[in-house]
């Protein structure tokens, strides 16, 4: 028989920085993958601590950002690559009014350390009340860094191909087939309401699409341009995107969100473009827009970690280092995330 200190299912920004932490404190687990692409798979990987339609900023943004940047690079020391892209967003305003609405916000405490008062005009796109830089903003090369921590896991013999069978799980004995474990983290997105022990917590799906397209004129761009959604270089590529489809339950590809990104893009890129790639997934959202974390209230040895919704790069990481030592540790959860806070 097999035994190990964990076993994780799921394969999105949850699980892979869940593995970080049992990684760097050298306890051996399993992690269970389905091999689909997950919505954190094909997101934008953008580190943003402003919403830019309100121009306000969000809870721990600045301790997310600090815990995120430790955590790339101590994952460089086994990944041989630090995955943090330098590359700032930059709104393009709408209007006079937006942007001076921005210089406002720029001189308040809460938005200081995270809205530039410096505006920037650039070439090759229409901008003509210019853009505002967002301080500490960056990107996270998601590519690369769910490649990496795929070939990382198969490697170090953590990584199990193959969709996790509710069924042959028995917590009050520890064993998953003819594997014993001491704890369970289910990181699995939406695929948690086919949960049996999980499947009622309070996310709701939030469809989302975006495009890789092939501009038609040298594009020397290098910073993340926002407007309604985000244009970057991805090689060759760039990606736009993405959307907020709520409502939508089918897993197609849905046409009039694409006629919605190719009408943001040509807002503000005057020139030809043609998309070589579409994407769509679910997001995995909470009505107070702050994850799930917690244990099953009959079996203390399986533990939820679900809700990322559009900042799974935040707070998967953020998150998943309260979740270890509150496991590992007792350390309580904060309220604002504790399952618990749902019960009635």
């Keep these: ?38 919505a954190s798979q094909i997101s934008a990987g953008v580190i943003n601590p402003v919403v830019l339609k309100k121009f306000t900023t969000f809870w721990k943004a600045q ?34 009014n937006e942007k001076a609405l921005w210089q406002k ?15 920037k005009t650039f070439n090759g796109v229409n901008n003509p009340f210019g853009t505002g830089e967002v301080l500490q903003s960056a990107r996270l090369d998601v590519t690369n860094f769910f490649s990496k921590m795929f070939d990382y896991l198969s490697q170090k013999n953590h990584l199990v191909k ?4 509710y069924s042959q799980l028995y917590p009050k004995e520890g064993m998953y087939r003819e594997i014993g474990f001491n704890k369970i983290i289910f990181a699995e997105g939406m695929g948690v309401k086919e949960n049996p022990y999980f499947g009622t ?21 290098k910073e993340t341009l926002k407007k309604k959604h985000f244009l970057f270089p991805l090689g060759d590529l760039h990606y ?3 959307t907020y489809d709520r409502g939508q339950i089918h897993t197609d590809i849905d046409e009039n969100a694409i006629s919605q990104l190719e009408n943001g893009l040509r807002e503000f890129y005057p020139y030809n473009f043609e998309i070589v790639e579409k994407n ?25 970690f679900n809700g990322l919704g559009a900042r799974g790069v935040l707070n998967g990481n953020y998150f998943s280092e309260i979740l270890y030592r509150h496991i ?10 504790d399952l618990q806070r749902f019960q009635a």
Excluded: C, W
């Excluded at 193959?162 to 069978?165: A, G, L, S």
């Excluded at 799906?205 to 020397?220: E, M, Q, T, Y």
């Excluded at 769509?280 to 994850?291: E, L, S, W």
């Design 280 to 304: 769509t997934a679910f997001r995995p959202t909470v009505k107070d827009r702050r994850p799930i974390l917690g244990r099953h209230s009959e079996h203390e040895n399986l533990s939820v």
């Design 162 to 165: 193959e969709k996790f069978d």
């Design 1 to 38: 028989m097999k035994k190990t200190d964990y076993i994780i299912v799921g394969d999105g920004y949850a699980a892979m920085f869940f593995a970080h932490r049992l990684i760097t404190a050298g306890k051996d687990f399993l992690l269970f993958s389905e091999g689909k692409k997950s």
């Design 105 to 119: 916000k720029s001189q308040t405490v809460e938005l200081k350390p995270f809205i530039s008062n410096d505006f």
């Design 328 to 337: 590992e540790y007792g350390e309580p959860l904060p309220a604002e995330v």
């Design 201 to 221: 917590i309070e996310v709701q799906p939030n469809k989302g699409h975006n495009i890789r397209v092939a501009l038609s004129k040298d594009f020397s761009i």
């Design 240 to 242: 736009y995107g993405g």
């Design 63 to 96: 301790e997310q950002i600090d815990n995120l940047k430790t955590a790339l690079t101590d994952m460089e020391a086994y990944l041989g690559k630090n995955f943090f892209v330098n590359e700032p967003v930059h709104r393009i305003f709408h209007d006079e």
